[in-house]
């Protein structure tokens, strides 16, 4: 893909490149279809929850946004390597002021519905993630946008209202057909290598090959059927069953339990996960006892335990790998629990005997269930009495993601490819905010941001937030685990991103 950018945004692609994780067989991102590949075949993919929508610019769930990225498409997409390619754009530019971005559609892209993609599809998606189209964006980021122009039908021209490097990263936003909003829920039209076939709620979701697709050779499978698993010990029974194909988000007793039956491939992961807090439930308003949990967590026991040693500690919301932007902060509390600084600060806070504490987990999640049980017998040592409250993932969407009645919760948050990505969700007014963390600092400096306009300035304004976050314990940030995923012998050509996707376009049965 052509690229004409200012020494700023060359910059950041190299970093994001450098920063990508690929793993796995066969063929990751490449443009030729692999030798060995068979064409046809449906492949069962075990998911742990059910989507919470088929509309690509309003789902939530990370779960839900790894299976719509096989269906949908932005102008530019992210690669196996972590480096931006053309999609439904073929080459963009950008202005010497950084205000102008202009995009040059590929011809004769698809969409799912037979008709070509034009100018109008593009100038509609991205107003309406924007907001230009109704006063609401529905990213965030894209808020940025002051106006799309058309310059020539296969030309659009994208102002912006102030320099961001990171802001290119928000152009794989979905095109989608014009004024086909508010029918993608019911019937998602996308530009993606897989159309929507069919979608049965507590069931799954089944996509179907795109004849049309672009990219030329792919995708190989006819079908995939993303089935909802009911738990681990079931996802477990049918990959040995050969009822599932593919599994991902092993634990490492899992791991092991099924590496004789199928292929068990592994790479870093985009997730971190946390013991979070809601900032605004006692007793977690008070920070003494926030920190408290802090010191008494044993997060290399709990890697021990979980993932069988295979993990990064992390005491911050920020992927280790992102280097530039990472602050080592482990040794602030500690990695292996400090029993006497947790009884201390209890008792400063007026808890010496300790506390009642409930923790929500979504069961259908075994990683973060066996975090929990470790969790549990670490906080007894500092007179906690906590408990696992284990509820469904749609209990858990409503009850703690969006109407924040909980006291405590373990799950993990995932990275898009931007640093802030991990941090601009714990600004107070941000409705991705669940754990109540509420710092007029954090805001101010997260403000800085927005207005800084070199890379280097973000890096130094995103280590000072990571460094509020573990002052105020915010939350108790555990590991970044690695990624496990099972497949079957008879498959190749899964492809490890460095974002949270499925992308089913590359696997294959072996010839």
Same mark, same amino acid.
């Given at each position: 893909m052509k690229k004409y950018l200012t020494t700023i945004l060359v910059t950041l692609l190299t970093m994001t490149a450098l920063c990508g994780c690929a793993g796995g067989t066969g063929a990751s991102s490449e443009d030729k279809p692999s030798k060995n590949a068979t064409y046809g075949g449906t492949v069962v993919v075990g998911i742990q929850q059910d989507?919470?929508?088929?509309?690509?610019?309003?789902?939530?769930?990370?779960?839900?946004?790894?299976?719509?990225?096989?269906?949908?498409?932005?102008?530019?997409?992210?690669?196996?390597?972590g480096d931006l390619t053309g999609a439904v754009a073929e080459e963009y530019s950008l202005s010497e002021d950084g205000l102008e971005y202009t995009f040059k559609l590929r011809p004769n892209v698809k969409f799912h519905n037979g008709n070509t993609v034009t100018a109008e599809d593009v100038k509609y998606s991205l107003e309406r993630v924007s907001g230009l189209l109704d006063g609401t964006p529905l990213v965030s980021t894209m808020s940025a946008i002051t106006a799309v122009d058309i310059i020539d039908e296969k030309t659009v021209r994208v102002t912006v209202g102030s320099v961001n490097p990171e802001l290119i990263y928000s152009f794989t936003a979905a095109i989608i057909p014009a004024g086909s909003g508010e029918d993608e829920n019911a019937d998602p039209i996308g530009t993606g290598p897989f159309r929507f076939k069919s979608y049965t709620p507590q069931e799954g979701i089944v996509i179907e090959k795109f004849d049309d697709y672009w990219k030329k050779g792919f995708p190989y499978l006819d079908e995939v059927d993303f089935k909802i698993v009911g738990s681990a010990e079931t996802a477990i029974m049918e990959l040995k069953a050969g009822n599932i194909q593919i599994y991902p988000y092993l634990t490492d007793s899992q791991a092991e339990e099924v590496k004789s039956t199928v292929q068990v491939l592994s790479?870093?992961?985009?997730?971190?996960?946390?013991?979070?807090?809601?900032?605004?439930?006692?007793?977690?308003?008070?920070?003494?006892?926030?920190?408290?949990?802090?010191?008494?967590?044993?997060?290399?026991?709990?890697?021990?335990?979980?993932?069988?040693?295979?993990?990064?500690?992390?005491?911050?919301?920020?992927?280790?790998?992102?280097?530039?932007?990472?602050?080592?902060?482990?040794?602030?509390?500690?990695?292996?629990?400090?029993?006497?600084?947790?009884?201390?600060?209890?008792?400063?806070?007026?808890?010496?005997?300790?506390?009642? *504490?409930?923790?929500?987990?979504?069961?259908?999640?075994?990683?973060?269930?066996? =975090?929990?049980?470790?969790? #549990?017998?670490? $906080? /007894?040592?500092?007179?906690?009495?906590?408990?696992?409250?284990?509820?469904?993932?749609?209990?858990?969407?409503?009850?703690?993601?969006?109407?924040?009645?909980?006291?405590?919760?373990?799950?993990?948050?995932?990275?898009?490819?931007?640093?802030?990505?991990?941090?601009?969700?714990?600004?107070?007014?941000?409705?991705k905010n669940f754990i109540n963390f509420n710092?007029?600092?954090?805001?101010?400096?997260?403000?800085?941001?927005?207005?800084?306009?070199?890379?280097?300035?973000?890096?130094? *304004?995103?280590?000072?937030?990571?460094?509020?976050?573990?002052?105020?314990?915010? =939350?108790?940030?555990?590991? #970044?685990?690695? $990624? /496990?995923?099972?497949?079957?012998?008879?498959?190749?050509?899964?492809?490890?991103?460095?974002?949270?996707?499925?992308d089913m376009s590359t696997v294959y049965y072996t010839k």
């Open positions: 989507i919470d929508g088929l509309d690509p610019h309003k789902v939530t769930a990370a779960g839900t946004k790894e299976i719509l990225f096989n269906i949908f498409e932005g102008l530019v997409k992210c690669d196996a390597n790479a870093p992961s985009d997730v971190v996960q946390a013991l979070f807090f809601n900032n605004a439930a006692e007793p977690l308003n008070d920070v003494r006892v926030r920190q408290a949990i802090c010191y008494a967590l044993n997060r290399e026991e709990i890697i021990g335990f979980v993932a069988g040693g295979d993990a990064a500690i992390v005491s911050t919301a920020m992927l280790p790998t992102l280097t530039s932007y990472y602050e080592d902060l482990n040794d602030h509390y500690g990695t292996t629990g400090n029993v006497e600084e947790a009884k201390k600060l209890l008792a400063e806070a007026g808890y010496p005997d300790g506390f009642d *504490l409930t923790i929500t987990i979504p069961s259908n999640y075994e990683y973060h269930m066996q =975090t929990g049980e470790v969790v #549990v017998e670490q $906080l /007894k040592a500092v007179g906690i009495n906590a408990k696992i409250d284990a509820v469904e993932w749609e209990s858990w969407l409503s009850d703690v993601y969006t109407d924040r009645n909980y006291q405590t919760t373990i799950c993990g948050i995932t990275s898009d490819m931007t640093p802030g990505y991990l941090l601009n969700r714990f600004t107070s007014d941000n409705k710092s007029s600092s954090y805001d101010d400096i997260y403000g800085n941001i927005l207005e800084a306009k070199s890379l280097g300035e973000r890096g130094i *304004l995103y280590k000072e937030l990571q460094k509020i976050l573990c002052d105020e314990a915010a =939350t108790a940030f555990l590991q #970044v685990p690695v $990624l /496990k995923v099972a497949m079957s012998s008879e498959l190749d050509g899964y492809t490890f991103y460095p974002i949270y996707v499925q």
